[in-house]
Every structure is written in C-alpha cells, then in structure tokens.
C-alpha cells in the first residue's frame, strides 16, 4: 500500500502538520487540546467552589458547564492524539516510535510527579499549620477503614495483573493476555466505584464536604487529581482492550502495552502515598 493510499485510509490528520521541518516526524496540536480540557476540570472545580457560599461570585450554573465542556474536550483530543501516536502509525507499520513513545511517557510521568508533589506540599503546609483540627477520616472498624482497604488491595492487584497481562503478550499467549487486561480494567473500574462510594460517606454520612475547610480542599484536591488520573487509566485501559480483541499486538509490537501499563503502576504508587499521607496521617495525632 503506498503513503498516499494509507493516508486516504488512516488520515484524520488535522490538526496536525507533518514534516516540520521534513524528516523530523508529525507535530500534533492533540496534545494542547488534551491540555486545555484537562485544565479546564480545574476551571470548573474553581468556579463551583466561588458559586458556594453565603455570597456567592459566579452562578452555580457555570462550574458544571465549564467541567462537562472540558470533559468533551479532555476526551476528543486524548482521542485524536492516541489515534496518531499508535493507532494510525500501528496500521501503517510505522512502529519505529516505540523508543521515543516510551522516554515520552517517563517524561510525562516526571511532570506528574512534580503536580502530585506540589498537592502534598500544601497538605503539609496545611497539617503543619492546623494539625490538632484535623478530622479523623478513618478509624479502626469503621465502614471507611474498610472500603480504603479493599481499594487499596483492589489498585493494587491490578497492577500485577496488567503486569502479568504483558508479560503473557510478550510470550505470545494472547488468550492470557486478553483474560488478564479484562481483569485488569474490571479491577479499575470497581476502584473509581469505591471512590465514590467513599465520597458519599464522607459528604453524607460525615458532612466531610470540599469546602469545610483547607484540610477538606487538600483532601479532595489529592484524591480527585488522582481519581481522574485513575479514570483515565482505564480509559487507556479500554482502548488497549479493544485494539488487543482486533489482534493488533504481538510480541514484537507492544509498545502502547508497555506505555499503559508505566501509566498505571504510577498512579498505583501514588494512591499508596496518598492512603499513608492523607489517610493514616490524619489518624496519627501528634
């Protein structure tokens, strides 16, 4: 199949310019679109919090709309900047990326450190400042001590599983790896439903809502960053799945395997960090 014939099939080329300058590959305005909307969920979050209150600065109508638009457009551009990074290049036999696509994932998950690290800096800025107010999230035998541990236990077994899940690909046994991806994405998907089963308890039954304090802020700035850092996971996690069931991986060609699965054994450590810092921590009085 020529270039030409390929680009008819596979094109969805815009926004994008390829060949800048030539043999220097395809910049992609996908990644900036993926960006925006994801700011936009802070935009969203923000305005929602200035709607509340006794006198409120924005309408309450405006938090919301902004959140759902970003959503559609977090979603439309991790689409069309997926599409292009494997998709597209995996159809066409062009797979020479894999090298590249993986020094790009650890660099993007060395900027995610450095946001996760700055949401714990203002939860010790925060402890250190009001520690004796701090609530107890959690306590021994309670129903929320509880459901932190099975998810704890949930997220991370399943990071053994799409371990496992990728090591049956590269020893070409696609029945194993497409039973353990499932599992995998199944295991994820009950996590983010413990999540909100855990936000219920805590605004329902425990009147912990985001705008009772800074510590309340800090909480759910943490754990929500993280619950859509997990929610995308699966996303990732789904289209890995169906692109596994249209036979596209092999032992050889596995790289968005490879790059899924360095995504979600990061935010698997993360919500370890996050359960010893935000949960054990508010416990300990000291």
Sequence with gaps: MSHAEESEDHGHHLPAVEDWPKGFGEASWWPFITALGGAGFYIGAALYV??????????AVYGPAVFIASTFVFLTGLYGWLYHA???????????????LKLGMLAFLGSEVATFGAGFVYYFFIRSGAWENLP???????????????????????????HYAHVALRENDRGRFLGLLAVTLLL?????????????????????????????????????????????????????????????????NHTSVTTVSMYWHFVDVVWVFLVVVLYGGAVINV
């Design 50 to 59: 200035l709607s509340t209150g006794e006198n409120p600065v924005v309408s």
């Design 136 to 162: 107890h999230l959690v306590e021994s035998g309670n129903v929320l001590s509880s459901l932190v541990i099975v998810n704890t236990v949930i997220l991370i077994l399943s990071s053994f599983t799409l």
């Design 188 to 252: 994820g998907v009950v996590f983010l439903g413990g999540q909100v089963l855990e936000y219920y308890e805590f605004i329902v039954h425990e009147n912990f809502t985001l705008i009772g304090g800074a510590y309340n802020s800090a909480f759910y700035g943490l754990t929500g960053l993280h619950g859509l850092h997990v929610t995308l996971g699966a996303v990732l996690l789904l289209i890995v799945f169906v692109r596994a069931l249209y036979g596209q991986y092999s032992a050889e």
């Design 86 to 100: 494997f998709v597209k290049a995996y159809w066409s036999a062009d797979s020479h990326g894999g090298v590249g």
